[in-house]
Nanobody, 120 residues
Framework: QVQLVESGGGLVQPGGSLRLSCAGPGSIFSNSDMAWYRQAPGEQRELVAAITRGGSTNYADSVKGRFTISRDNAQNSVYLQMNSLKPEDTAVYYC??????????????WGRGTQVTVSS
């Protein structure tokens, strides 16, 4: 079973920063598009940021200019740098991997999530 492990969540004041990390097995990481999703209480899970195998990125409008997604294939890790955090960023953040195992065929994997709370 593929395991993605997130870390870096916590409690931060508005305007503060956090850096989330997600590590996965090397057997899938290099051939996976990676993403961060989040889910607030009572809300649907939403895409926050994504990075392709080639390094292209895209962001939710609500986080553009504040969050940066990056990946380190040598470390089998993906990161989410979150700056200028707002209370509305409070959610459980999930790491996601879309692993392409044959042409356009893919498996999807999720981490267990890490809590981010933005509050004074």
């Amino acid at each position: 079973q593929v395991q993605l492990v997130e870390s870096g969540g916590g409690l931060v004041q508005p305007g503060g920063s956090l850096r989330l990390s997600c590590a996965g097995p090397g057997s899938i990481f290099s051939n996976s598009d990676m993403a961060w999703y989040r889910q607030a209480p009572g809300e649907q899970r939403e895409l926050v940021a994504a990075i392709t195998r080639g390094g292209s990125t895209n962001y939710a409008d609500s986080v553009k200019g504040r969050f940066t997604i990056s990946r380190d294939n040598a470390q089998n890790s993906v990161y989410l740098q979150m700056n200028s955090l707002k209370p509305e960023d409070t959610a459980v953040y999930y790491c996601n991997a879309d692993h392409y195992y044959y042409r356009d065929l893919r498996d999807r994997y999720w981490g267990r999530g890490t809590q981010v709370t933005v509050s004074s």
